[in-house]
C-alpha cells in the first residue's frame, strides 16, 4: 500500500478532505445543534528559524527551538498558565500549527476557545467529546490492514496501562509486567482471528473471544462447547470462510495457542489475564467511552496535519477515570501518527504540529519518553505544564517513578520555571540551570594603638680622704681633710602611637547561578498587586542569552 492511499484511507471517515463538518462544543452538550464548518489548512510558518516570541533585546524563541520541546513548572497562582502557558498557545496559534490539547478542568475548554478566537483559529477548533468518534480499531485497520494488527493490539495495552493508572494513581504493583506481557500475547493471538473472520473489529467481540475461549485441552474437540463457544465460531470461519484471510502459519499459531498453550495456563493466572483485560475494554461498552470510540470516525489524528486545532473536550476532574483514559488513548494515537508522518507525501509533513498538556501528570504515559525523543524530526512541538516533580513520581508509576520522572523532563531542551515552594523541584531548577564561576570582593581594615609609660630613679654617693704631714724646723706639719657627697636623680618617660591598615582582594569558586531560595522568593506571580506581570526563569540547553550570558534568562509575561 503506498504513502497517499494509506493517507486517503484515514480520511475517508470525515467526507470530503481536508474540510469537515463538526458539531460545535458546548459547555453542556444536550439536544441537538447545527453543524458549524471547520475550516483546515491556514496559513502556517515553515521556516524553522522563524521567531515565534520575543524574549527580549534581540532574544526570541524559534520554531526550531519549539520543536526541542518546552516543560513549565508552577506552583499553585504561580501565574504558569496565564504566563508562560498563554505566551505559548499564542505563538503555536500564529504560527498555523495544527495540534491537541489535554484537559484537565472543564475551564481550560473555554479558554482555548479564547485563545483561538484572540489569535484567529476559531474555524480550526475541534471539540472532541463524545458527541465525536475516533474508532480506533477501525482506524488502525483501514491505515495498515492485517498489518495493523500489532498496532491495534498496542493500542488496547495502552488502554489497560491507563486504565491500571486511573485507578490506582500510578502506583506499582507486584506482577504488573507478567500481566501486561500475558495479557498482549493473548490480543495477539485472538485479533487477528477475528479480523480474518468478520473483516471487521470491536470491543464487544474481543471480550467474548477471550471469555469464552477453551479452559481445558479436551474442550476444542467437545461438541457442546463447539456450539455456544463465540472463539470457536471466530476460528472455524476465520479458516475455513474468512473475509481477510490469514497466512497458513499465522492460523495454525493461533489455532495451537489457544487449544494447546492457553488451558495449559493454571486456572488462576487464566483467570487473572482475562480480568487485566476485560476490565480495561468493559469500559468500551457503554458510556461516554462506547460513544466515543466505538461508533463511525468522525475526525482522525492526522487533521492536525493540516491545522485542525483538536481539543480533548474530556476533562479528567468530571470525565474522571473515563477521561484520562480517553485522553491518554487519543494522545497515544496522535503521537504514533506524528512519528510516522515523515513516510508521508509532503504536503502531510510541511506544517508544524504541537501537543500542549496543562497539568500534565494527569495524562503522563509511559510512551511519552519514546516520543519526546523522536519527535523533533517531524515538526512537533510539545508544551507539558506541571506544578511541581513530585506530582509525576505520584502519577507517573512504574518500579522507579523519580526516574522515570526525571528522565522524562530532561528531554524538553528548553525549561520554564515559574514561583515554587516545592523544595524537590527548586532544588532541581537550580542543579539543571548551574553553576558559574562567581568572583566575591574581600576586604579588611584595622587600626592599632600604643601607649607607653617609664621611670627611672637613682642615687650616688662619693667620699674622700687626704692626709698630709712634714717637718719644717723643730716643730712639725700636719694636715687632714675628709669629704663626702651625696646625689640622687630620677627621670620619667612617656610614649604614644597610632596606626591604620587597609586591604583588598577577591576569590573566585563554583556556585549556583540561581539559589534554590531565588525561585520561592524573587518570581511573581501576577494578579492587580504585581501590576499583572508574571515572571519566571526560562532555561534553554545549549543556548547562551546575550541579555545574561548565560543559559538562563529572567523574563515577563503580561497577563491579559
Known amino acids: 500500500m503506498n504513502t497517499k492511499s494509506t493517507v486517503e484511507r484515514v480520511f475517508q471517515f470525515i467526507g470530503k478532505w481536508p474540510r469537515r463538518k463538526s458539531k460545535p462544543w458546548r459547555p453542556e452538550p444536550k439536544g441537538s445543534g447545527a453543524l458549524s464548518e471547520v475550516r483546515l489548512s491556514p496559513p502556517f510558518v515553515k521556516d524553522l528559524e522563524a521567531p515565534l516570541l520575543k524574549l527580549g533585546r534581540q532574544t526570541f524563541f524559534t520554531l526550531r527551538d519549539a520543536c526541542s520541546g518546552v516543560h513549565v513548572f508552577g506552583a499553585i497562582g504561580s501565574g504558569k498558565t496565564t504566563g508562560a502557558g498563554a505566551a505559548l498557545a499564542g505563538a503555536y496559534l500564529r504560527a ?70 486511573a485507578s490506582s494513581t500510578g502506583s506499582s504493583r507486584g506482577g504488573d509486567v507478567f500481566w501486561s506481557d500475558s495479557g498482549r500475547e493473548g490480543l495477539r493471538y485472538a485479533i487477528p482471528m477475528i479480523y480474518a473472520a468478520q473483516g471487521s473489529l470491536s470491543i464487544a467481540d474481543i471480550i467474548r473471544f477471550i471469555t469464552t475461549a477453551p479452559t481445558h485441552v479436551s474442550m476444542p474437540t467437545n461438541p457442546e462447547w463447539q456450539a455456544r463457544s463465540f472463539m470457536y465460531k471466530i476460528a472455524n470461519q476465520a479458516l475455513n470462510t474468512p473475509k481477510v484471510p490469514m497466512t497458513r502459519a499465522a492460523a495454525e499459531n493461533a489455532i495451537r495457542y489457544w ?12 483467570g487473572n489475564i482475562v480480568a487485566t483485560i476485560t476490565t480495561a475494554l468493559d469500559r468500551f461498552m457503554h458510556g461516554r467511552l462506547q460513544r466515543a470510540f466505538c461508533g463511525r470516525t468522525t475526525l482522525v489524528p492526522e487533521l492536525t496535519f493540516h491545522g485542525a486545532i483538536i481539543v480533548l473536550a474530556m476533562p479528567t476532574l468530571t470525565w474522571n477515570e473515563d477521561g484520562i483514559i480517553a485522553q491518554q488513548l487519543f494522545k497515544f494515537a496522535w503521537q504514533r501518527a506524528v512519528l510516522s508522518r515523515n513516510s508521508l507525501a509532503e504536503e502531510h509533513r510541511e506544517r508544524p504540529v504541537f501537543a500542549f498538556s496543562d497539568e500534565a501528570q494527569e495524562t503522563v504515559n509511559s510512551f511519552d519518553f519514546e516520543y519526546q525523543s523522536l519527535c523533533r524530526a517531524s515538526k512537533a512541538c510539545t508544551v ?30 528548553t525549561n520554564i520555571f515559574h514561583s515554587n515552594a516545592c523544595p524537590d523541584t527548586n532544588e532541581y531548577a537550580s542543579r539543571v540551570i548551574g553553576k558559574v564561576i562567581t568572583r566575591r570582593g574581600t576586604a579588611s581594615t584595622g ?35 675628709d669629704s663626702v657627697s651625696f646625689g640622687r636623680n630620677w627621670s620619667e618617660n612617656r610614649g604614644r602611637s597610632t596606626g591604620e591598615s587597609t586591604s583588598q582582594g577577591y576569590t573566585e569558586s563554583m556556585e549556583n547561578l540561581i539559589e534554590p531560595g531565588d525561585f520561592a522568593r524573587d518570581l511573581k506571580c501576577g494578579g492587580a498587586e504585581n501590576g499583572k506581570i508574571v515572571t519566571g526563569v526560562w532555561f534553554q540547553a545549549g543556548r547562551a542569552f546575550k541579555a545574561s550570558a548565560t543559559n538562563a534568562l529572567y523574563v515577563r509575561f503580561k497577563q491579559s
Open 447 to 481: 587600626t592599632s594603638r600604643s601607649v607607653s609609660r617609664g621611670m627611672s630613679v637613682g642615687s650616688s654617693e662619693t667620699s674622700s680622704f687626704s692626709y698630709s704631714s712634714g717637718a719644717s724646723g723643730d716643730q712639725g706639719n700636719y694636715s687632714a681633710s
Open 259 to 270: 487449544s494447546e498453550r492457553w488451558p495449559a495456563v493454571p486456572d488462576k493466572t487464566r
Open 96 to 165: 498555523g500549527a495544527g495540534g491537541i490539547i489535554t484537559v484537565a478542568k472543564p475551564e481550560d475548554i473555554l479558554l482555548w476557545k479564547h485563545y483561538a478566537e484572540k489569535h484567529g483559529r476559531s474555524d480550526s477548533l475541534i471539540f472532541f467529546d463524545e458527541h465525536e468518534c475516533f474508532n480506533f480499531l477501525d482506524y488502525e485497520l483501514a491505515r495498515q490492514g492485517m498489518d495493523g494488527i500489532g498496532s491495534v493490539v498496542e493500542f488496547i495495552m495502552r488502554i489497560i496501562e491507563a486504565a491500571r493508572h
Open 384 to 413: 507539558y505544564m506541571t506544578q511541581s516533580l513530585p506530582t509525576y513520581y505520584a502519577k507517573i508509576g512504574g518500579d522507579n517513578p523519580r526516574d522515570a520522572a526525571h528522565a522524562l523532563v530532561g528531554k524538553f531542551a
